[in-house]
């Protein structure tokens, strides 16, 4: 079945720096890969999502990359603000058999003004 | 514009007596997940449900779990004979259809005491 593995666990940045955090799966059927911001006590929230198709997308500070030779694929903030300071989750999901979820272990990110 | 809603939201069980939780998807989706969180881990998915059917459950446990989506009303995660095991956070998605995008609910903490 599906693995998602996800770099760093933890990531401490400066107001203002970039974010990059990358995850590599394992099933080369898996077409679909979302990823979620959790914030302390609430439910994992879809930030952006990209389909196999497409190499990148951008939606304002956000873009997310994929490379479907290698299977990784990254989430990039740009301008980092304190607010972004959450749990970020990649997930992965492969276009045989049902369509659940395969998440990544998650990415603490802390922004420090 | 509801999102999904999860009740309740808290709850804690002794030893041996039975959780239920409600999940009730967005308005117009009849596609339910569940996934389990337990504590500083990534989500695990659980269980898939459509109206009425169960399409995938090849992560809940063989026993003292069940789930359900009648016709009528919310999706019902129940775990029989609770266990401190069975500890964790339980977050509900719903979607359109099986290829589209999931929305998380807000989640159920689960404590066995």
């Known amino acids: 079945g599906e693995n998602v593995e996800q770099h760093p666990s933890t990531l401490s940045v400066q107001e203002g720096d970039s974010a990059v955090i990358k995850c590599t799966y394992s099933?080369?059927?898996?077409?679909?890969f979302p990823w979620y911001k959790q914030e302390l006590g609430k439910g994992p929230q879809l930030i952006i999502d990209?389909?196999?198709?497409?190499g990148e997308k951008k939606d304002q500070r956000i873009a997310v990359t994929l490379n479907k030779t290698a299977k990784h694929f990254s989430l990039h903030i740009t301008e980092t603000q304190p607010e972004d300071s959450a749990v970020y989750f990649c997930?992965?999901?492969?276009?045989?058999?049902?369509?659940?979820?395969?998440f990544g272990t998650g990415t603490r990110l802390l922004v420090s003004p | 514009n509801a999102g999904v809603m999860q009740n309740p939201r808290h709850l804690v069980r002794r030893r041996g007596q039975e959780a239920r939780l409600r999940c009730s998807p967005m308005?117009?989706?009849?596609?339910v997940y569940w996934y389990r969180q337990l504590p500083e881990e990534g989500l695990k998915f659980m269980v898939y449900?459509?109206?009425?059917?169960?399409?995938?459950e090849s992560g809940m446990p063989k026993e003292r779990f069940s789930a359900e989506f009648p016709k009528e009303g919310p999706s019902i995660l129940r775990i029989q004979q609770v266990v401190r095991g069975d500890s964790a956070a339980y977050f509900c998605?719903?979607?359109?259809?099986?290829?589209?995008?999931?929305?998380f609910g807000p989640g159920t903490r689960l404590t066995v005491l």
């Open positions: 099933d080369s059927a898996s077409n679909y």
């Open positions: 998605a719903s979607s359109l259809t099986g290829y589209n995008e999931q929305f």
């Open positions: 308005k117009g989706h009849s596609h």
């Open positions: 997930a992965a999901r492969s276009n045989t058999g049902f369509q659940k979820l395969v």
């Open positions: 449900l459509q109206k009425e059917n169960i399409i995938d």
């Open positions: 990209i389909r196999s198709n497409v």
